[in-house]
Each structure stands twice: as structure tokens, then as C-alpha cells.
């Protein structure tokens, strides 16, 4: 089932400025785990061929930071900023998802968009509620992709329906959620998730610390992403001098742990973010679409920080990650045009590998093509869009991405070496 | 055949804050002209009734600025600046368009591209090639959309293969190939194309000049887009004190002329556009994709300056003016958060009627629902995206541009009254 080879041309990011790219080449895959790219037919070990000669083979898209109940009203709503727009919308719609029936369906619709998305590895914020969350773990496990999922906390300055009330009644259905879930999923697996310290106490969030460290989980919140939510998180705080002290003081940060945005994080963030390894979700779409701003990615990178993509739908309009990999380019090129010379803009190299193999490495060995890692794949149809001309893989890969070829030319999915094709049949693709 | 009713949930921008939205309306055209929507049965007048309730019905996308020949490697390259850009790559791909042979398979290619989009009206860059030129307004004119083809002039900072070499000859060119298309074509008309002031000489742009005024036609050509661009304009011509004077100079300002980018325009070059009623083609995504900048669009708007926006294929990396409409939000939302915090973000309203009825109105009655208005339409069926509540029409138009439904969602297109279905058979579909 999961062993096997697939002919095509291949690419993926040795790194963040080489991209490999095998024209006809065979990738091969034994019980899930990649074997690496062969260019002999003569070397190949003795597993069945799938054709797809002519299709460009990519490693699976890796989402650091979605929300599965926003999906429900992505691309709408566009003209407000962050804090009106989670009072105004947000809030209301995720406060729907005590209903299980209303749920249920969301969320169905969540997982089968995600399913015939590129991403094959996501880390997903639920909401309060944990009946709810335990549901959108059923249904993420079906679809065969890999999660991280959170319950979401919140206890403090929140809408009535989505308010915990305490932070002891927090965290009692967090543990109880945490209790119904462990061990339940192969590839879905619970996240500690503050939504965000405006909305949890310092007691909640000692109690979810010290949760995370007693389980061994990792923890996504959101980080720096507009200035009135920083202002206000240093008024609620007054022990701390700037905001990500707000998660480290409860022992939040680390390498599990993923801040999504970072936008406005100066030097001694940013150096906090570094040393202790913690993920930086960069969520371009989003962040324009807020109006939160623009990331200094490139200086993120320079220090070291790591960092991959995130849809932050329903901040970002949809869950394409290839959106995120043109939007985190032309930021770039925006933050070098106005804001600072010297930060070169992304390469395209670069914007794909974040959205691969180095978001990938949150999940441990993944988002390449090389012996040892996971083996998570798209196949795309790039011929969908004709060109008069010869290109190089690495211009198709290009081309693919810039055009969206994530909507409607995704022909197979692979997560560690089990195909997706259910999502892709005629009738399926939208 | 030009005379119909479509049902439908239909939606128009009457103005650039009103969006009409009648849901289950009844929208009627007759010889090609909006009579406009009819919510009551009893009121319609004896035509045949064109059932698609439940799709959205919105008015047909203008294109203002589009390069035909760069539809070919739309997607590619994106790491460079424009003047890089156009040297490394843009350059020899036109090239090329002086085999005819590849010229028609690329322009046949564009024509189908163009066809299946969301646009029905566009104004077309070809090359230097007068008869590559004529190829690309003989497939157009077949698609059965309404665009204005420039046969490109350039006489002097070009690689040889796009150096006409001499004014002189580069007019003959033009007015043959004015000459040979003269009243050749219903929908598809010349338009004088001088490439942009670094490529034109003073006596080819005068010539240009006078020959549009002889012949009754508009200008297009670009504008302020870079900043190394604009220092290169001022250093030729030494007589002018900002870039829009090399226009103004031989005449070719004016309510028929379009102006791409406009992204440096200080305030007289702005008085000028606004006082010669000549057209500000926004292009967001290729202004990002190209490093070029963030165009001050509210700014134009509150001058009065009328405005559409352009995809600028291949800067922009896709003909689609959706893209257009979110990158336009996008671009005008970091201009308020980082450069003018009193220049209000475009709403998605706005946005809208950039799209249709702004830049429509350069076509004439264009762009409206609005008895009198030319018939231009597209169908789309919004539901492809699922979604598990109630949405308002006019939120189901936001979600259709930002989910990008112009790639997978169009059923049918109409211009001028005339069905382009042809283009959105399963098969036609990509």
C-alpha cells in the first residue's frame, strides 16, 4: 500500500536556495518512508510504478497556523481590521460551534478543503469548545493528513459564548479533552492553544504552561501581529516588557511550540524566538488582508528563527499555501522597497522551501525528498495551464505556484506514502 | 440571440460604495443592451428565459493593461525588477513574435486564456511585430471579447531584436498596420501602443502623437512605475520636469489614453491625469510581483482621477482581474497601516467597481446593470465552495473574487449579449 515508486519530474528544497529538480525521475517510497530520488531505471528496487510521467511531483504543503471553524466564512469580511473583525465576525461564528450539529458539518466541509488542498500537514486551532474539537479531530483523522489540533483557551475579554468563565473550568475540559483524545489518532494529536494572552489569564496561562510541560505537548498562539493587540497585551500585563515574555514566562516557547505572525517583534523578540527554537508561522495573506502588516522575514531569517507558512484562514482567505508562497514573496519585495534596502526579498526558492522543508521540519523529518523522510507528495498537473514554449521544472514549479494550480490541478496526495486520491476524482475536484 | 432573460442572484456596483444585489432578479438584455434587472415574474418582457438560479450574476471584468505576448511565461521569473525583468526575459520572449508560427500558437493560447477568464473588455499590448499583431486582433476578434490591441512602438534603448532603428520606420509600420485593420474588426480595435518614453524617441512619439489625433485614437503606454525607470525618463528628455510631460508634450493625454502603474505620481503629475481625463490603469500584482511599489489609489480616487485596474501580464502573473481586486485591497491596506494612516483602505467595494463599472466606463456604457449599458456578464456558480450557513449576496461576491472562482467557477460569459459558453464546456475548463 505504501511502498512504491512514482515516475515524474521531481523538485523539492535541498535547502533555502537550491532547489533540486529531476526531470523523469523515480521517487521512490518503502512503508511510507522516502528512499530518495533514482535517475536509473536499472537502480530501482523492485516496487510498483506509478506513471506520472510528465506531472510535477512536490512535496506536500505544510499550514503552521489555520483556524477550522473560520473556514466556514473564508474570503468574506475582508474590509475590517483584526480586533473589529474577531469582535464583529470571528467571535459569532465560532461561538456556533457548541452546536454539534452545526459543527459537524463546518467542519466536515473543513477537513474534505483541506483534504484536496496541497497541504498535507497542518497545525489547527479548534475553538473553546471541546466536544466540538474532539469532532474536527475525527474528521481530520479520515481524511489521512497529519495535525497538531488545539482545544482553545480563553477566559478573560471574550463574547460571552466563547468565554470560559475560569480559569479552573479551562482547564478541566482542556485535561478532559486531552484525557479523550490521547493515543485516539495516528496522525492527529492534540496542541496546547491560548488563543492569545488578550484572552487568557496569567493563571490560565501558568496552568496550560505547566500542562504543556507535564505532557510533553507543544503549544500555538498568536505573536506581535497588530499594534493595537500588542498595546493591549502590555496594559494586561504590566510584569513583562514586551510580548512574547508573555509566553515564555509560563515556559510556552520552545521548539514544539509555534507563535503565528510575529510582525512587529523587534530585536529582543525576535533573539527570545531564536534561542528557543520556536516556530515563527508567517502569514502573509492574512496579514494584508487585516491590514496587520509586514513581517521582516528576511530578517527572521538572517537570525536563524525558524519559520514556515501559515494560511490563517480565516485571516487568510483560503487554506493554499502556493497563495502564502506568492503573498510571503511580494511582502518581501514591499518590506525591501520601503522599509529597509539591505533585506533582500524572498527568492522563490526561498518561499518554497519555507513552505516545505522547513515548516516541515516542525513534524520531525519532513517536506524533502531524501532517504529517511516522510514520505508526503503532491502530483500537479501543471499542463492544465499550456505554455508555447519548453520550460524548466524549476520555471514549472514557479508557474504552478504563482498560478494557482493548487485549485485545480492537484491530480494526486500522498501522506506518508498513502494516497489521497479520493479527493481528486473528477467529481470531487472543485 | 442577443435578446434574453437570466435569472439569477445578480449583483453590479451602481456607484463605488453601492453594491446592488437582488437575489432570484431577472436580468434582460435585448440586441446586446441591459434593459435592467426585474425582480417581479409579471413585469418581463417576451424573451427566453435563461435559468441560473443560484449563480451569482456579475458584471464581465476590464482588463485595462495586459502584454499578450508575456502570457507565455506568466508565472516565471518573478525574482527580478522590471528593468532586469524586461532585459533578461521579457525582451527576447517578444522576440520571438517575429516568427509567425509561434506567434500564433502563443496568441491562440492568450486568445483561449482571455476567453475562459473572468474579463470581457481588455486593452492589449502585442509587440513591435506588425503582423504578429494583426495574428493576435484576427484570434481575438474570434473570441468574441471587446479589446483594444496596440501594435508596440520602439525605436531606441531596445535589444536589436525590438529595435525598429528609426522613427520613421516604426511610423510606417503603424500606419500600415493601421491601414490594413481599419474597420476589419466589430469588437476588436487599434489603439497607438508607444512601449514607454526609455524606448521611444521624441520624433517617434511625436509621430505617434499626431497620428492618434489624425486617426480619432487613444494612447496607452506605462507610466511612474520604478523609481530607476522614472530617473532613466528624465535623464533622455531633459525638457520635462516629471515623467507625464513626456506625454502631455506631443498630445497623448486624454479621456482614450490609459497610463499603467502611476505608482510615483506626485501631485502635479496627478493634476495632469486628472485634468486631461486621461485613465490610471492599477496593476497591484504586477506593482509587488516587480518590486515596483504600492500605488496611492485613494489618493487618485479623491483627486477624481478615473481609474481601472490592469493585470499587467506577465508582471501580474495571471490574466485574472479577481487577483486584481484583492491584491488592489491589499496594496491600498499597507499604504494606510505604514504610509498614510488618513489614506482609508479600498473596500471591497470599491474594489469591485474598479473592476467593472471604472474601468468599464473606458468602453462607454460599461460595466452597469443599467438599462443602456452593453451586456457584458459572467455566470458563476459560487457553490463549488461549499459552505454551511446563509451568506448574503454581496458576501458571496466578496468570497467568489477572494477564493478565486474566476479559475474554476465561470459557467458562462456573456459580451455584448453574445454567449461565450464555448469557453466553459467540462473539457474547456482547466
Sequence with gaps: MNSFIIK??????????????????????????????????ADLPDLPVVDHSGKLVLPGMIDLHIHAPQYAFRGTHMDEELMDWLNDYTFKEEAKYADLEYASAAYQMFADGLKRSATTRACVFGTIHREATELLMDKLAKTGLVAFVGKVNQDRNSPEELDEKSAEHSMEETELWLKETAGKYENVKPIITPR???????????????????????????????????????????????????????GMLGPKSIMAH??????????????????????????????????????????????????????????????????????????????????????????FWLATASGGSFFGSVGKFEPGFEFDAIVIDDAKQPCPQELSIADRVERSVYLAMDRYAIIDKYVKGYSLSSAFTPSAII
Design 8 to 41: 515524474g519530474d521531481i523538485a523539492y528544497s535541498k535547502n533555502k536556495d537550491e532547489l533540486v529538480t529531476v526531470g523523469d525521475g523515480y521517487l521512490v517510497c518503502r512503508d511510507g518512508i522516502c528512499q530518495g530520488i533514482y535517475e536509473d531505471v
Design 196 to 250: 492569545f494572552i488578550p484572552t487568557c489569564s496569567d493563571e490560565l496561562m501558568e496552568g496550560l504552561g505547566s500542562l504543556a510541560r507535564e505532557h510533553g505537548l507543544g503549544v500555538q498562539s498568536h505573536l506581535s501581529e497588530n499594534p493595537n493587540e500588542i498595546q493591549l497585551v502590555l496594559d494586561l500585563v504590566p510584569d513583562i516588557e514586551f510580548y512574547g515574555q508573555g509566553y515564555e514566562k509560563h
Design 262 to 351: 510575529c510582525i512587529y517583534s523587534a530585536e529582543e523578540e525576535r533573539m527570545l524566538l531564536k534561542e528557543s527554537g520556536t516556530y515563527v508561522a508567517h502569514c502573509p495573506s492574512s496579514n494584508l488582508n487585516l491590514r496587520s502588516g509586514m513581517a521582516q522575514i528576511r530578517k527572521y531569517l538572517n537570525s536563524g528563527i525558524k519559520i514556515g507558512l501559515g494560511s490563517d484562514v480565516a485571516g487568510g482567505e483560503s487554506e493554499s499555501i502556493f497563495g502564502e508562497i506568492a503573498n510571503a514573496i511580494r511582502v518581501s519585495k514591499m518590506i525591501q522597497r520601503y522599509h529597509d534596502a539591505d533585506a533582500k526579498a524572498l527568492t522563490f526558492s526561498e518561499a
